[in-house]
């Protein structure tokens, strides 16, 4: 009986020590989980409140809503009255916008953070209603966003998908960000529920346009405003370098997103509405063959021809209180100077 106790009492002692170091274990992975689980790239807790890379500060760390049913502050489909002169009467009506364009709500933690490119060409007064309309919008959202001004230097040729990927590759080394939001600065929103919100998958958010009668033309059309994840606009190797003048980088795009097996998604047309400034086109200069040619050759080209390989100089970068300015040299077209109108060739 003696070594019947003895033998029991050490086989119970042996087996609460392993209890014991199973518990600390626990505790010990734990604590570890808790201090290191997933907070937003610009987040940090500090004693219970949360400071973004402003130094703003909100109290209430509770996660900002992302379904239209829980953002009440939006108003639906409305037509914006834009009264505003210049852009110096917008940014005294948005003095919590950061200096560089930068805003954040301080309300509720954002999810995730969009970059806003808007690439530009000589539309000081369009620039002034694309601000007007939508910093009421993107608050309203509880969008955590900066906004990019990217222009090419000079007046030679346009080059739409150059000074894009350029944009984003400077943005990419010095701001954080989850997606990237490519804006064309005549295109005004006109339905709040259409969020700007970082998604899992690419999105044509621009399906509906006034210029259009509100309908999609054609199923690749993808151009005016779309959104990537930085990782699927990184696959397709963003955009083409090649286009010169109007046309062509839009639908290269739709194609290298087939090619790299990412679904497009579309908000329904009354959501995804939009009214387009009146404006004179830029030039038509492709030939039809070349603008043919080169969108044959898409699929066997995309992986060398984008951000991979896009040449530019930086040549001026100014932080402004309402966005960030980028004028790129990017060179000029080999045939500068040689225009057609290729719409009826």
């Known amino acids: 009986m003696v070594r019947l106790g003895k033998g029991l009492s050490t086989f119970l002692t042996f087996w609460a020590i392993q209890f014991l170091i199973l518990v600390t274990l626990l505790l010990l992975i734990y604590n570890r989980r808790e201090t290191t689980k997933f907070t937003h790239p610009i987040k940090t807790m500090i004693n219970g409140t949360v400071n973004n890379e402003n130094g703003q500060e909100t109290k209430n760390v509770t996660e900002c809503p992302r379904v239209v049913t829980e953002l009440h502050e939006l108003v639906g489909y409305k037509i914006t009255s834009l009264k505003a002169s210049s852009l110096e009467e917008i940014e005294t009506r948005h003095p919590d916008v950061t200096s560089g364009g930068s805003w954040s709500p301080r309300d509720c933690q954002p999810r995730s953070r969009a970059l806003i490119i808007i690439p530009f060409r000589d539309r000081w007064p369009h620039l002034v209603r694309w601000f007007e309309n939508y910093l009421p919008i993107f608050k309203r959202q509880k969008l955590d966003f900066r906004i990019v001004l990217t222009e090419q230097y000079g007046n030679s040729t346009f080059n739409k998908g150059r000074i894009m990927n350029a944009a984003f590759t400077e943005s990419w080394k010095i701001f954080h960000f989850d997606c990237v939001i490519f804006h064309d600065v005549d295109m005004l929103l006109e339905n709040d529920h259409n969020l700007y919100h970082c998604r899992d998958l690419p999105t044509h958010l621009s399906p509906s ?137």
């Open 209 to 345: 346009v006034s210029k259009f009668g509100y309908d999609t033309m054609y199923d690749t059309l993808i151009g005016g405003v779309i959104s990537f994840p930085v990782a699927a606009y990184f696959k397709v190797n963003g955009y083409s370098n090649l286009y010169w003048g109007w046309g062509g980088e839009d639908d290269d795009m739709y194609t290298r997103l087939k090619q790299s097996k990412l679904k497009l998604q579309r908000p329904p047309q009354i959501i995804g509405r939009y009214k387009m400034i009146v404006h004179k086109q830029r030039e038509w200069v492709l030939f039809k063959r070349e603008m043919d040619s080169l969108l044959a050759g898409t699929k066997s080209r995309y992986r060398q021809d984008g951000l991979s390989n896009v040449k530019y100089k930086l040549v001026g970068k100014k932080t402004r209180k309402l966005f960030t300015h980028f004028t790129f040299d990017i060179g000029v077209w080999e045939h500068e100077g040689r225009t057609e109108n290729i719409k009826g060739q």
